[in-house]
């Protein structure tokens, strides 16, 4: 089975702090992405990555960036966290058919954060 | 931005009910898929349909696809309480590795014993 794992089911910062989230996928997939998921919004995508040490912004990337300097691992970073970007953060990877197109992504538990 | 559309945003049903979920998309898909999510976890995948089938079925589920209408459709048989959870459709466009899927903001679907 895929396991997508995340550093932390639940973080409270202060804003203004630095925040790390990191995930880790153990199926040598190509493609990891980093959603944020707040009510009545569904989830919105903030960045992916297709390979190592390459990123693709998604629909909402202002406030965070990321890193993926191996295969297995992706990090969120906010670099100064404000209340606005308290929300659950959930990492997903898939592997790369470039025939089929985006096929089936596997999500980890999510990471609840809260900015104070 | 937001393509997939999950109609109704909520669904309360009994137990042994047939439970239904819609999907409506804009622009053309390479795959439609639909995920389960239970409250404050991970979404899970239920299954996908690529864009030349019409119908496809996993278990309890069914899973119909019509692309002249840009529309899918989720319907669970005999549902049962652990079927209670959001579920979300997302389609997938593009043949590279960097296409994306689009979510959509999900159906709570609620079974009462």
């Known amino acids: 089975d895929v396991k997508v794992t995340q550093s932390s089911r639940y973080l409270v910062k202060r804003t203004g702090e630095k925040v790390f989230l990191e995930c880790v996928q153990d199926m040598d997939h190509e493609n990891m992405f980093w959603y944020r998921q707040d009510p009545g919004l569904g989830l919105r995508l903030i960045y992916f990555?297709?390979?190592?040490?390459?990123?693709e912004k998604g629909d909402i990337p202002e406030g965070y960036s990321v890193s993926r300097e191996k295969k297995e691992r992706f990090s969120l970073i906010l670099e100064s966290a404000s209340t606005n970007q308290t929300s659950m953060y959930l990492c997903?990877?898939?592997?790369?058919?470039?025939?089929?197109?985006?096929?089936?992504?596997?999500f980890g538990p999510g990471t609840r954060l809260l900015v104070l | 931005s937001q393509q997939g559309e999950e109609d109704p945003q909520a669904l309360s049903i009994q137990e042994g009910e047939n439970a239904t979920m819609n999907c409506s998309y804009k622009t053309s898909i390479n795959n439609l898929q639909w995920y389960r999510q239970n409250s404050g976890r991970g979404l899970v995948h239920l299954i996908l349909?690529?864009?030349?089938?019409r119908e496809k079925h996993s278990g309890r589920l069914r899973v119909t696809l019509d692309t002249s209408k840009k529309s899918s459709s989720l319907l669970i048989t005999a549902s049962r309480a652990a079927d209670t959870a959001s579920y979300f459709c997302a389609t997938g466009g593009g043949y590279s590795g960097y296409s994306t899927l689009t979510f959509g903001k999900g159906t709570m679907l609620l079974v009462s014993p």
């Open positions: 349909i690529r864009s030349n089938e």
């Open positions: 990555s297709y390979d190592v040490k390459m990123k």
């Open positions: 997903a990877s898939s592997r790369v058919d470039a025939r089929r197109g985006q096929e089936t992504q596997y």
